[in-house]
C-alpha cells in the first residue's frame, strides 16, 4: 500500500527544497544546534501548520536522540475508518523521500491486540502522524515506522494497547530500537489566558508520566487536547521501557504567530526520558 501526502503544500512545504529550506530555518530559529541532546524513550510533538507549531516541533526534535524505528500515535480528525487503526504494510510518499512501513513490527501488533485493526482508510487523509515526518526525517535520514491513528478509548483500553504493543516488542525482541512518539495539539480555541493555564495542567501530569491525572484533568478542566489517547498510551509504553520522567522543551501558542490571542491553539514539545 503506498499513501500520498494529504497535506503537502497546505500545512508544510509539497515540495523538498521549501521543505527543506523550512527545516533549516527552524534549526537556525530553535537553537537547537547549541543544545546537548537526550536519548528519548517517546516524544509528544504538535501537528499543526508549520506556521504555527513549527519552532515546538522542531526544537524538540532537533534536540532528541531517537532510535531507528518509530511508533507513532495520532488521534483521528477524520472519523474515517477503523476507531483504533494500525497502517501495517507498505510505504508513505513524502516530499523529502518514502518513509517505510515497519511491516513486521505493524502486523506482530495487530496480531498481539484485542483492540488495534489494520487498516489504511483512517489513515488516508489524517495528518495528525503526516505532519511530523519531515522533523523526523530531516534528522534521521532512515526512519522505519509504525503508524497508528487512535480515537476515543478508555482509560483501561489505553493501559491494554500499550501491553499489547509492548508484547510485540518483545515477541521481535525490538525494545532497544524502537521509540515511540505521539502527536497531540493542546488547548483548541480558547483565549490565550484560559490556555495557557488549562494546557500547563495537561503538562504537567504528562512530565510525570501520570496517565490517570492526565485523564482526569483533561475531564475536570474540559482541556480540548486532541492527542490525549496517543498520549497515555506513549506514556504508559514508555515507562516500561524504563522512562522515568519527561520534560517540557517548549510551548507557545498560535497567538505567538497570528498576534490574535483571543482564541487560540496550544503546541507543546515534550521529551520523555
Known sequence: MIRKPAVAGYFYPGKKEELEKKLRSFLKESGAQAIPKNRVTGLL???????????????????????????ILGPNHTGLGEALSVFTEGHWQMPMGDVEIQADLAKKIVECSRFLKSDTLAHQSEHSVEVIL??????????????IILAQASLDVCQAIARDIIAALDALRLRDRVSIIASSDMTHYEPQESAQKKDHCAIEAIVNLDSRELLKRTEEFNISMCGVVPAIIMMEIAKELKANRGCLVKYQTSGNATGDYRSVVGYAGIKII
Request: hydrophobic share 45%.
Open 134 to 147: 519531515p522533523f523526523l526525517q530531516f534528522v534521521k535520514k532512515e526512519v522505519g515506522i509504525v503508524p
Open 45 to 71: 510533538l504538535p501537528h499543526a501548520g508549520y506556521e504555527y507549531s513549527g519552532l515546538v516541533a522542531a526544537e524538540t526534535v532537533f534536540s532528541s536522540e531517537f532510535k531507528d524505528i518509530l511508533i
